[in-house]
């Protein structure tokens, strides 16, 4: 099993619409979460940190279920510059922090 | 005023032959990682220099080879490529080695073994 697993997608939806990404990880001793976002052939850039509470920014709102060892992106009133694809992170400890990264849920927002 | 900078972003090169792959940042971070995306775009860490010191260093051939001059550089040479090292190598950096903060990657190098 994949420590950090994604549907691929890709999700295709209109401008204005809410579009809802899930993400499962396999490690419970995982401690920290984030979702990145890549656009097509540039590099990642943290778009939030996900917190256990839930948390919001902006259009975007991320959550965390521990006991269920799942993260959610929601993306509310869609835009066409949300295009890109969207990588769930997960930082575990074994031997030193690393972060493991999915392999990204690509969303395509079409006019 | 490039935060993570790497060179060369693109490498077409042979089989069998050693190239490298330089990395510097300017955000005063102590940490600077290397990160390979394969064509299924999984991200998977190959190694992590804190301060000039190996701390990952994942199931990696050792044909790779890092190298860390100083805190704000970190090197990656590979030997006797093969086809399986076409990928985008991205270099990043962070605050300290508890990956609590965020990464800052580089535009990344694009390999391509022929």
């Known amino acids: 099993r994949k420590e950090v697993e994604q549907d691929p997608g890709p999700f295709n939806v209109p401008e204005g619409a809410t579009v809802a990404f899930n993400c499962t990880y396999s490690?419970?001793?995982?401690?920290?979460f984030f979702w990145y976002r890549q656009d097509c052939r540039k590099e990642p850039k943290l778009l939030m940190s996900?917190?256990?509470s839930g948390n919001e920014d902006g259009r975007f709102t991320a959550q965390l279920n521990r006991a269920s060892q799942y993260i959610s992106l929601l993306i509310r009133d869609s835009k066409l510059s949300d295009s890109a694809t969207y990588l769930c992170?997960?930082?575990?400890?074994?031997?030193?922090?690393?972060?493991?990264f999915g392999s990204g849920t690509r969303l395509l927002v079409r006019p | 005023d490039t935060a993570v900078s790497q060179t060369p972003k693109y490498l077409v090169t042979q089989m069998g032959n050693d190239k490298s792959i330089k990395c510097e940042q300017n955000?005063?971070?102590?940490?600077m990682y290397w990160y390979k995306q394969d064509s299924k775009k999984f991200l998977k860490i190959m190694f992590s220099?804190?301060?000039?010191?190996?701390?990952i260093n994942e199931t990696v051939p050792n044909r790779f080879s890092p190298k860390s001059p100083d805190k704000a550089h970190l090197n990656l040479h590979i030997n006797s490529l093969e086809l399986g090292d076409s990928a985008v190598y991205f270099c990043?950096?962070?605050?300290?080695?508890?990956?609590?903060?965020?990464?800052?990657f580089g535009e990344g190098s694009r390999l391509t073994v022929l």
């Open positions: 490690n419970s001793a995982s401690q920290s």
């Open positions: 955000l005063g971070h102590d940490t």
């Open positions: 220099y804190n301060n000039k010191e190996l701390i």
């Open positions: 996900v917190y256990s």
């Open positions: 990043a950096s962070s605050l300290g080695t508890k990956n609590t903060g965020e990464l800052f």
């Open positions: 992170v997960v930082n575990k400890k074994d031997s030193s922090y690393k972060l493991i």
